[in-house]
């Protein structure tokens, strides 16, 4: 690989870093060139997107990419792949699945929406993790429901009130 192609490597890979948002570096190394390309269309089933690099090349599109990638750096030794995905969590799900046939791949690091997870015992956190949505979603749940029992509460209760005020005014 001359310069010029390690340059676009390293700007298309910084380019992913932004687009994506999430990104898992991973362990592929050991694994058949059979077992890497099962991985690989598992992970375009998945709308994952694969990509293995040198880690000095991973380094430079995360400087280039901007952000605080500097916990991911000391992870960056050995064979990486790099898997990209709009989802948080598929990545971590799809490792778990693969890690049912086989020891690989590894997690060595997560970047999820700017919070980085450092090693492969953070998986079943990855995999529970909500994402953004969910949780806007849950929030607007808890907060309609107080809004909902008291404009129910003024609509079923301001029957009672007029019965009250027109027995008051009777007696009156």
């Given at each position: ?41 598992k ?21 280039a ?27 971590a ?26 090693g492969d ?16 979603g ?15 509460a ?19």
């Amino acid at each position: 690989m001359n310069k010029e192609e390690k340059h676009e490597l390293v700007a298309a890979l910084a380019e992913q870093m932004k687009e994506y948002g999430n990104f898992y570096i991973t362990d592929t190394s050991d694994l058949s060139v059979e077992k890497v390309n099962n991985i690989r269309r598992k992970c375009f089933e998945n709308d994952i997107t694969m990509q293995v690099a040198k880690n000095s090349l991973i380094k430079k599109a995360m400087e280039a990419a901007g952000g605080d990638f500097s916990p991911i750096y000391d992870v960056l030794k050995g064979s990486s792949s790099i898997l990209f995905s709009k989802s948080g969590t598929a990545p971590a799900k799809l490792i778990k699945q693969l890690r049912k046939r086989s020891d690989k791949p590894i997690l060595k690091a997560a970047y999820i929406s700017e919070a980085v997870f450092i090693g492969d015992n953070q998986l079943d956190t990855l995999i529970n993790l909500k994402s953004k949505e969910q949780l806007i979603g849950e929030i607007i749940g808890l907060l309609q429901s107080p809004a909902k029992n008291v404009i129910s509460a003024l609509q079923s209760g301001g029957n009672i009130l007029a019965g009250v005020v027109k027995t008051l005014q009777e007696r009156g």
